[in-house]
């Protein structure tokens, strides 16, 4: 039997099984891969070796390849061998990455978890569903103008509770509803519409000022990493968009008349980066899942 005398051969003869076994023969596979080829008696200048094949040819260099990655393993399990401290901080170094790991896994379903049941549980409550019905009568309202919609800034005043004022909305409401109304045109009859109008108004005022705000709380969920962007992307990108563009106009008067530009600020970043399809939070690329369809 031949006797493996190479680098690598060398260095692995040191190495305790059965991992040292493996390499072993590994390298030792090498050095045949690389040797030329058996003795052949009676060789001398007269009577040359055989030139090589080109199988030996392309041999040579992978197994080059292959044998150098094996003995700087080696020589690294000498080292820690030889190191008992540098064994002990490369176990720590480990055991704390695979700690890490386990608590971005934990904090990753967690997020998950909290998204599931922030937008399930909304589809099933009571108030969500009236103040979304609201909302949908007001955009159908303004559907023909949008801007309209910053009608809703403010509520209207009580009738009689301040007197210019009130009777200044109130003059305006008969002029425009009590005929389309059949009202009898007395007094009483436009207040009680009037005042009809106005709890209607301040239902509507009240309820998109909440909803502006539910967006807010959303994005700042997203960007602070306690809601999962991408779940919320797929499953509300549609509906953030469409309703960005039917209160865009209400924002912008409630910037305008308080003197603050920076009302609901998240809401409308929100939807400028889902709109150009990059994540709030890290300013990433983001893509809805491709779905296969399979025909047979």
């Known amino acids: 039997m031949k006797k493996f005398t190479s680098q690598p051969a060398k260095a692995l003869a ?10 072993y023969v590994a390298a030792a596979t090498t050095d ?3 040797a030329r080829g058996p003795v052949t008696p009676g060789l001398s200048a007269a009577n040359p070796p055989a030139p090589t094949s080109s199988a030996n040819g392309i041999a040579g260099p992978i197994a080059t390849a292959i044998a150098y990655p094996i003995q700087r393993l080696v020589d690294f399990w000498d080292y820690i061998v030889a190191h008992p401290s540098v064994a002990g901080l490369l176990t720590a170094l480990v055991a704390g990455s695979i700690a ?3 608590i971005r896994a934990t904090r990753s379903v967690a997020r998950l978890r909290e998204t599931y049941n922030s937008f399930s549980g909304a589809n099933w409550d009571a108030d969500v569903i009236k103040a979304r019905k609201v909302f949908s009568e007001v955009r159908k309202e303004c559907a023909n103008s949008p801007h ?3 009608n809703y800034f403010e509520e209207k005043p009580l009738v009689g509770s301040a007197p210019n004022q009130g009777d200044r909305h109130k003059d305006l409401f008969k002029k425009a509803f009590a005929s389309s109304k059949s009202s009898s045109g007395n007094a009483t009859q436009v207040d009680t519409d009037y005042e009809a109008e106005r709890l209607k108004h301040q239902e509507a005022v009240i309820t998109l000022r909440t909803i502006l705000n539910d967006y ?3 994005a700042l969920g997203i960007k602070l990493g306690i809601l999962d962007e991408d779940y919320a992307y797929r499953y509300y990108r549609g509906t953030v968009l469409r309703d960005w563009e039917a209160m865009s106009p209400l924002v912008f008067t409630y910037r305008g008349k308080r003197g603050n530009n920076r009302l609901f600020i998240e809401f409308e970043g929100l ?3 889902w709109e150009n399809e990059f994540s709030f939070r ?4 983001l893509q809805f899942a491709q779905k296969k369809m399979t025909f047979r």
């Open 14 to 23: 040191s190495i305790k099984p059965p991992f040292a076994a493996i390499v």
């Open 32 to 34: 045949t891969a690389l």
């Open 148 to 150: 309209s919609i910053s």
């Open 216 to 218: 807010e709380n959303i």
């Open 100 to 102: 890490i790991s386990s």
């Open 282 to 285: 890290t300013r990433g690329r």
């Open 271 to 273: 939807a400028h980066a």
